[in-house]
């Protein structure tokens, strides 16, 4: 008898456990809210990730668009990036990283008294193509820079 | 969420109409990749939507991925903006967790001569 419920128990706490494991792991993707670009952003190649943010992958390179990142990074978990547009109403910038396992890293919508000029900080997994797009006047210009990491910041 | 302290942080500086402003957020940004020392992974929960009003237009509207950097920062330059304006700025992250606030732009001190 005694046994019998210490397996019970043991069998409870087992099935419980699981579930609220299966349940954490379900929750977090349905958790994804709608206005949230996810088929751009949980892309896994910057082709599909083009496509699902700015519906092209043909994107010419321009000289108006300026892109300011480190060429060797002491480590990989933050990178400043920062984008300066010289471009006339320069509507959105997004960053990408082609080595990371979701290249698209950030859209920035800018409003109209905005200027075309972003920085942030990123996580760069291995040393990789660091890619940003712009719109401006409703067309796409692109600029890219080799960024080198010494110690990757994905994954710790 | 009750929290005390207010997730946001800004500096603003001030040349002629334009204003620089750095923004930083307190948050994880967990990628859902990293594991913990039991080597179970650790959940994703990142920010994805941050956007930033100002005088009622939105000037910013942000989408994150999870490789932004822990705690993001944020720099960008405004036009028609003075000081002691008000920036009212939000977020939203993948677990539903949001903040927001109204911050004042001040610029820094300056350093006497």
Redesign the interface.
């Known amino acids: 008898m005694d046994q019998q419920r210490r397996i019970l128990l043991k069998s409870t706490l087992a099935a419980s456990a699981t579930g609220m494991a299966i349940s954490a792991g379900l929750l977090t993707p349905k958790a994804v809210l709608a206005a949230w670009n996810t088929s751009a952003f949980t892309a896994k190649n910057v082709n599909d990730a083009l496509t699902g943010a700015y519906g092209s992958t043909d994107i010419p390179e321009s000289d108006k668009i300026k892109l300011k990142a480190p060429e060797l990074a002491q480590s990989g978990s933050k990178v400043t990036l920062s984008v300066t547009s010289n471009l006339d109403k320069t509507e959105s910038i997004s960053f990408l990283v082609k080595e990371n396992i979701q290249p698209l890293c950030a859209t920035f919508n800018l409003g109209s008294r905005t200027e075309g000029y972003i920085s942030t900080n990123v996580k760069i997994g291995k040393s990789s193509d660091v890619i940003a797009i712009v719109k401006a006047d409703g067309k796409l210009y692109s600029i890219k820079q080799y960024v080198k990491v010494a110690i990757g910041g994905c994954g710790g | 969420m009750a929290k005390s302290k207010s997730t946001f942080k800004i500096r603003s500086r001030f040349k002629g109409d ?1 204003a620089t402003i750095q923004c930083q957020i307190t948050h994880p940004m967990e ?5 913990d020392k039991k080597g179970n992974l650790i ?2 929960h990142f920010i ?2 941050f956007t930033c009003e ?1 005088a009622g ?14 705690n ?10 003075k000081e002691g304006d008000t920036l009212k700025l939000h977020w ?1 992250d ?3 967790n949001s903040d927001s606030a109204e911050l004042e732009m001040k610029s820094r001190r300056r350093k006497k001569k």
């Open positions: 334009v990628t859902g990749m990293r594991k959940p994703a994805q939507k100002h237009d939105v000037v910013l509207d942000t989408e994150l991925n999870t490789s932004v950097s822990k993001p920062y944020i720099k960008f330059k405004l036009s028609g903006a939203v993948n677990k539903g």
